[in-house]
């Protein structure tokens, strides 16, 4: 195996430090089926960590703060909307 170069990307340097060394050849089946399991299990972590940065009740029980900001400023501008709106149809009225 060569080392990496200075031309490698920091993705690709960052994914070569998490991965794990490849099976030895002749390796056993409980070798393989272990391998296999911590592969799955680690699979099943990051779906889990991908599905969960994309779920909004997550995020909004894991950022109350932001999930209430992002709230009021939807409120403010549905506010501000009707009262233009009004506003029109008075003048127009």
């Known amino acids: ?11 690709g340097s960052a994914a070569s430090a998490s ?12 070798t393989i089926q272990l391998d296999l399991e911590v592969t799955r299990s680690e699979l099943a ?5 991908i599905f969960a940065t994309f779920n909004p ?3 909004i029980r894991s950022h109350p703060v932001a999930a209430g900001g992002a709230l009021l400023a939807l409120a403010a501008a549905a ?5 233009l709106l009004i506003r029109k149809r008075r003048r127009d009225g």
């Open 1 to 11: 195996m060569s080392a990496p170069t200075a031309s490698t990307s920091s993705a």
């Open 79 to 83: 506010a501000g909307v009707a009262a």
């Open 45 to 49: 972590h990051t779906l889990d960590d």
């Open 57 to 59: 009740r997550i995020q």
């Open 19 to 30: 991965a794990r060394p490849p099976l030895p050849k002749g390796a056993g089946m409980n």
